[in-house]
């Protein structure tokens, strides 16, 4: 390929990548060449743990005499990892802190999301509720109005004179009337 280097060695052809994405597909193309064969998974590294601090410190000297010029470099050492043993402990305090409140914080808003949704899905069933309780109602009036129509038909229009045919009429618009009224955006909202 143009962007590998190949070099004869004796007995072997030795690829040389020239990209990180190269070295990729050489890897992937030598992990699959044998499927059977285990691939290598590192462990995850183990948690940094501080030295635990000494019991007995031995041959404390102070500013007396007698200390000699080495002992202080052997306090300092001392002293730098009681510090960093106190800053890991203060760290890992921290850290479990906030841990802590951002679990916390997502149970609150967790139930703060449920609740949300059972109010809603409270006001979802009701409001479904309500339409199936009206809906039987205009389905009632619908059948009387056909019944009787269904009626007014079988009797037949030609026996009747004026003033019945009127008033007739005026039924039939009335109840068209009150069922537009029951149908208003007045009595849905409610």
Do not use: C
Not at 27 to 47: G, Y
């Amino acid at each position: 390929m143009a962007t590998e280097e190949t070099t004869n060695v004796p007995g072997k052809t030795v690829v040389v990548p020239k990209t990180a994405a190269d070295l990729q597909r050489m890897k992937l193309e030598k992990l699959m060449s044998n499927p059977e064969k285990e691939a290598f998974i590192p462990s995850r590294p183990k948690e940094y743990t501080p030295k635990a601090p000494v019991e007995f410190v031995r041959n404390v000297w102070g500013s007396s005499a007698g200390a000699g010029s080495g002992e202080f470099h052997v306090y300092r050492g001392t002293r730098r990892r009681e510090y960093a043993r106190q800053k890991f402990m203060t760290e890992k305090t921290e850290k479990e802190k906030e841990d802590a409140e951002y679990h916390r914080k997502l149970e609150a808003n967790k139930q703060a999301a449920e609740s949300k949704t059972a109010k809603k899905r409270a006001k979802r069933l009701k409001k479904k509720q309500k339409q199936k309780a009206k809906k039987p109602k205009q389905n009632d009036e619908n059948k009387e109005s056909e019944e009787s129509d269904s009626e007014n038909d079988d009797e037949g229009q030609e026996g009747l004179n004026a003033g019945e045919q009127s008033q007739i009429e005026d039924n039939q618009q009335e109840k068209v009337i009150n069922s537009d009224h029951n149908k208003s955006p007045d009595n849905e909202g409610r």
